[in-house]
């Protein structure tokens, strides 16, 4: 209940997270430059976006749940058995074709993500604890099933494609790298994102809905079909994502990817998406994986040991989502709610 | 009385005869006829359970009537079948907590009905922004399409909502409660704005609490009790004595309080030159022991931000606190509640209960330190003790302490809520609006445990939107504005007129 020129002071916070965020971006970069010069090089940065691809994709997909006023941390499970099915597939019938391989694991995390979509709208249970169980549930069937068996010796289309490159360079060793086509996947992607939160009809419903659920029942939208969208564009692109990671790996461990939940939600949530839904951008989604990238990098740079990795991811999300609370609680007090007790 | 009015019916916006609605074995409704003009404003009022938001239900589309209802718009006979129905025929609801989407646009949220469309376009930000400022523009409102809507002032929020259902072709506005969070000066914006609407033949049906301002904007209004309509008056037929005598079939006498001479009391707090950067500046005043001390000004005069810094949660740059006759550093509400000040924010006076709980576990919720034995245990003894004690020394009819609260009347409830507090024996009890979108009848008996508690020799700090509530209940009054103290009025001294005319200036 303070003087309504307070509610101004905030405004363009999208901008501000992705503002800040590349701030940061900039200044660890120069510190990371200074410790070790090799940090600055594009050999160096094209490495660090190619091996973050994965997370990358799944970290927008977990932005549009977010945004949707959902989580979804299933996405490890969807992605492994849409990779070991796609697996399974090529190995057995040594189909020697990337565009089939990749086609495979879509259809494979839309399926699971509708699942998803479907418990969360009908059970009306809070979608943690529904993703929770799914991850479980699908994870068990995948181990129930493989047998923890890992896929390897895909056909030579396969292995040609992860090492495409957009264009490529020679470093002054010599040695040859060059701009994956992952990354450009990935950016593809991201604009994609982009264009649906924000020219198509469908993104706008996801905001309204992670704005006001019952405001958006009350004003006649779909709310299953929206959230059925929004799971089982998380489910695609786990899907995606798998491809890309059982690319890079060459190889298909059934137990590799669950369990890395948090770094993707910490990316989402570090580029401006909020737990409690409405906000988040593909720009912010972006960064955020990007300066988690560079924090790894930077990490390895300095020969951390890697369970400082651990610690740091484990402060990042801690931060992330405190800032997230903070800023929320902050707005409750700007619009005169102040809590007592 | 004009239950009917003579009109050929092709006149008539709305039209529903014979509409019922039964949950079950209880009856909502019962056979009500209703009828609204093309550019009317018509008040809707009733106390809670009266039948009145199973009516806007029905004419929205949420739930069906029972067989034997006939509503006719524009002259057609229509089935209203779900909320798209009503869209349809131009009937939208703008509820009280204004159902907007916080994180979108203006512009958005005034042409939300687009994104329903069947044709899936992509979205064109310059003709949605274009489109939502041709709305604004005609109907004469000046906010910023591009601002989110959680930046705007309620009021602004208010008419987004209302341009959101002109746009989406409203015929027919039902305004649920819309004034509960609005100032006086923005209660007049609103109001002209309606009548702005009304001129170009759109019907608003206004639902609302406070009475006057029903008396004030509507043509017509019509009165609710226990399901069943009691009639539709002309304005000019009723006053607000009436109308809250039509609704309550109780005559209720909301007479001022007697005159207590308090010159003798004690003095328990005395506030000197507080100021706090932004909220308020250079506040002083005493408060004596057993005193209503009214605190009347507008939603952002800083009367919350001073509760709050009694309360300890909202800390002074500069000025003096003495609780009795002893400066006091009062920095967490902590240290408050140990002084025996008590906050109790906006509805949480009647709404303190836990309907389904216990009497017990009712009463012994805010003292619950005091009844712990060794490792952290409630004492089960001691918590009976303390209840059965506070059920008698207070009154309250029930068989037994541990029968839930739901099981009591309203006016035994209200007791479990006085005696809770008194439990903590505080000094000095502020009270955030507690009459705050409450009926008639609640009102007054929130009013009445207001002067018990005072009798009880309790101070009370009473901040309040209306001149007529402090008026009649409190001892002193102090009108607050932009920060400051602007007046300082014993009831019998100044009049309804003068306070409002004080805080509008």
Redesign the interface.
């Known amino acids: 209940?303070?003087?309504?020129e307070a509610?101004?002071v905030?405004?363009k916070i999208f901008q501000q997270t992705e503002f800040y965020l590349g701030i940061i971006i900039v200044a660890l970069s120069f510190f990371l430059t200074l410790i070790n010069p090799k940090f600055l090089t594009l050999e160096n940065w094209f490495d660090m976006l190619r091996s973050n691809t994965f997370l990358g994709i799944l970290a927008l997909g977990e932005l549009v749940v977010l945004i949707s006023g959902g989580i979804d941390v299933s996405f490890t499970a969807t992605a492994t058995i849409a990779q070991y099915i796609m697996g399974l597939i090529i190995t057995t019938y040594y189909i020697d074709n990337v565009l089939v391989a990749f086609l495979i694991p879509i259809p494979i995390g839309i399926a699971l993500g509708a699942i998803n979509g479907v418990l969360v709208y009908y059970t009306k249970v809070h979608p943690v604890i529904i993703t929770i169980s799914t991850l479980n549930a699908f994870f068990g069937f995948l181990m129930f099933f493989s047998g923890g068996k890992w896929i390897y010796n895909f056909p030579p289309s396969f292995r040609s494609f992860s090492r495409l490159q957009v264009f490529s360079l020679v470093n002054a060793r010599g040695v040859q790298y060059g701009f994956s086509i992952f990354i450009l996947l990935w950016i593809i992607l991201a604009i994609f994102t982009w264009m649906i939160l924000?020219?198509?009809?469908?993104g706008?419903?996801i905001?309204?809905v992670?704005?006001?659920l019952?405001?958006?029942r009350?004003?006649?939208?779909n709310i299953f079909r929206i959230q059925l969208f929004v799971y089982c564009f998380m489910g695609a692109l786990a899907g995606l994502a798998s491809f890309v990671n059982a690319s890079l790996n060459q190889m298909i461990q059934p137990n590799s990817l669950v369990g890395g939940e948090l770094d993707i939600l910490a990316a989402a949530i570090l580029g401006g998406a909020s737990v409690f839904g409405?906000?988040g951008s593909a720009g912010g989604a972006f960064l955020g994986v990007l300066l988690i990238a560079i924090i790894k990098n930077g990490l390895i740079l300095m020969k951390a040991s890697a369970y400082w990795h651990e610690v740091i991811m484990g402060a990042i999300i801690v931060a992330a989502a405190g800032i997230s609370a903070y800023q929320q609680k902050a707005?409750a007090k700007r619009?005169?709610e102040?809590l007592?007790? | 009385m004009s239950q009917k009015i003579e009109e050929t019916p092709k006149k008539f916006y709305l039209v529903l005869q014979n509409v019922s609605k039964r949950y079950g074995g209880v009856v909502a409704l019962e056979g009500v006829d209703f009828t609204i003009f093309p550019g009317e404003v018509h008040g809707l009022v009733g106390e809670n359970g009266s039948g009145k938001s199973t009516l806007v239900k029905i004419i929205t589309g949420v739930v069906r009537p029972e067989k034997g209802a006939e509503i006719e718009v524009n002259g057609q006979k229509v089935e209203i079948n779900n909320?798209?129905d009503a869209?349809r025929l131009g009937i939208h609801?703008v509820?009280q907590?204004?159902?907007?989407?916080?994180?979108?646009s203006v512009a958005?949220n005034i042409l939300?009905?687009?994104?329903?469309?069947k044709t899936?376009?992509?979205?064109n930000w310059r003709d949605l922004k274009a489109e939502a400022t041709r709305v604004m523009d005609r109907l004469g409102v000046d906010i910023d399409p591009e601002?989110?809507v959680?930046?705007?002032?309620v009021a602004d929020q208010q008419l987004v909502a209302i341009l959101r259902a002109i746009a989406s072709e409203a015929r027919l506005i039902i305004l649920d409660e819309p004034t509960s969070s609005l100032t006086r000066r923005e209660v007049n914006r609103l109001f002209a704005f309606i009548h702005e609407l009304q001129a170009r033949n759109i019907s608003f049906l206004f639902i609302s609490h406070r009475l006057d301002e029903v008396l004030e904007i509507s043509e017509r209004v019509t009165v609710f009790r226990d399901g069943k309509k009691i009639g539709t008056f002309q304005q000019k037929e009723l006053d607000k004595k009436r109308l809250s005598f039509l609704m309550t079939g109780k005559e209720i006498s909301s007479r001022p309080s007697s005159v207590r001479d308090l010159s003798q009391k004690e003095e328990i707090m005395r506030v000197e030159n507080l100021t706090k950067k932004?909220?308020y500046e250079k506040v002083s005043f005493s408060l004596y022991q057993g005193e209503i001390l009214g605190l009347i000004g507008p939603?952002?005069s800083g009367r919350?931000?001073l509760a709050?810094t009694i309360?300890g949660?909202n800390p002074p740059d500069e000025g003096k606190i003495y609780f009795e006759g002893q400066s006091q550093m009062i920095d967490s509400?902590q240290v408050a509640i140990n002084l025996g000040i008590g906050?109790v924010?906006e509805n949480r006076l009647i709404q303190g209960l836990v309907l389904d709980h216990s009497v017990e576990d009712n009463l012994v919720i805010t003292v619950l330190c005091q009844i712990i034995k060794g490792m952290g245990l409630v004492d089960l003894q001691k918590k009976k003790a303390v209840a059965e004690k506070a059920v008698q020394e207070f009154n309250i009819k029930t068989e037994s302490v541990e029968l839930p609260v739901k099981t009591l009347s309203g006016g035994n409830q209200q007791k479990v809520v006085l005696a809770k507090w008194i439990l903590t024996s505080p000094r000095l009890l502020i009270l955030d609006t507690p009459t705050h979108g409450v009926d008639v009848a609640a009102k007054e008996s929130i009013y009445q445990s207001i002067r018990e508690l005072s009798q009880r020799n309790l101070s009370l700090i009473f901040i309040s939107d209306e001149e007529i509530e402090v008026l009649n209940n409190c001892d002193r009054i102090l009108v607050m504005k932009n920060g400051q103290i602007v007046g300082e009025f014993f009831p019998s001294e100044t009049s309804e007129e003068e306070l409002r005319k004080i805080i509008l200036q």
């Open positions: 209940m303070i003087g309504r509610y101004l905030n405004k924000k020219y198509f009809p469908i706008r419903k905001y309204a992670g704005g006001n019952e405001a958006a009350r004003a006649g939208f409405g906000s707005k619009e005169g102040i007592v007790q | 909320p798209f869209f609801v509820h907590d204004l159902s907007l989407f916080p994180n979108l958005e939300s009905h687009r994104y329903l469309e899936q376009k992509l979205i601002t989110e959680n930046h705007l002032s932004g909220h939603r952002g919350t931000e709050l309360f949660l509400n906050y924010p």
